[in-house]
């Protein structure tokens, strides 16, 4: 049974880790970014923004994914190091 929707875009964001064969932080932000920005009461820091879902997306696949979330992690912290922002908001 699925969780009820417990923040605007958690049903994109469940959705994607569970139908992705190649999880990817990037892709989801690429393919639900109207969703994102629209459901986002922070508008005003990106940065900010960008570590609230960074967050939620780990939650969500620590969840479903315990024994790869190592990997996961490791994947999302390298996104925000390219990106020169802090992966400490993680």
Known sequence: ???PELYNG???LSSYLKEQKNLSYRGF??????VIV????ILD?????DA???????KEAKELYPNDFADIREKVCFYF????????YL
């Open 1 to 3: 049974m699925d969780k």
């Open 38 to 41: 629209h459901s986002s009461p």
């Open 10 to 12: 958690y049903d994109e």
């Open 29 to 34: 932000l690429l393919l639900h970014q109207d």
């Open 52 to 58: 609230v879902w960074a967050k939620r997306y780990l």
């Open 81 to 88: 190091a390219k990106l020169m922002a802090t992966p400490g």
């Open 45 to 49: 820091n990106w940065n900010r923004m």
